[in-house]
């Protein structure tokens, strides 16, 4: 379950590195979970207040149409890493490589950001702005759900996870399907 609870944890860090960081910081904090040497540190109050903060910044930056694009090109770098000492400080003494783990969760919060990137400036331009808000609160309370499952249903998160990318699979496919029969109307 460790495994799967660190994978899990980078999923929502590709929406809000801060969200998964602060909620594995809190629940090594109150002895929840138990991060290895030297992530253990995240449960430090001195760090979780580091991370408060940054999480406000990014709550605040992200409801901002075009502020949220140019902080997305921050956090393009912040979220796969997150992702990646998630899936490593989380996954326990298992019998797997540390840069095996901190690939995956490199992997895993890296596709979740580049989708949500990419899918960010199609919703400001198609809503005039006005979408941006809502858009970020959702994925928000997503990335809010996603890490409190990681930490105590990890199984479940994971359900939840695969269920998310078979929903925008098929919503992809659909808009594609919509340009695509557009551009034969035309």
Not at 4 to 32: C, D, E, H, K
Not at 47 to 72: C, Q, R
Not at 140 to 166: G, N, S
């Amino acid at each position: 379950m460790d495994l799967l609870s660190g994978l899990t944890l980078a999923a929502p860090a590709g929406l809000n590195a801060y969200i998964p960081l602060l909620g594995a910081a809190l629940a090594q904090r109150s002895g929840w979970i138990h991060l290895e040497e030297p992530f253990d540190v995240l449960g430090s109050w001195w760090l979780i207040g580091i991370i408060v903060a940054l999480l406000l910044v990014e709550i605040v930056a992200d409801k901002v149409p075009a502020v949220d694009s140019a902080n997305d090109a921050v956090q393009t770098v912040v979220r796969p890493v997150a992702g990646g000492v998630l899936a490593v400080a989380a996954s326990g003494q298992i019998d797997v490589s540390p840069w095996v783990l901190a690939l995956a969760g490199v992997l895993i919060a890296g596709g979740v950001h580049a989708v949500k990137a990419s899918a960010r400036p199609v919703v400001n331009v198609s809503t005039a702005g006005v979408g941006a808000p809502v858009v970020s609160t959702i994925e928000d309370v997503v990335a809010v759900v996603l890490t409190v499952m990681a930490l105590v249903v990890p199984l479940l998160a994971f359900v939840a996870i695969a269920a998310l990318v078979v929903w925008a699979v098929v919503v992809v496919r659909r808009f594609r399907r919509r340009l695509r029969d557009q551009a034969d109307d035309a």
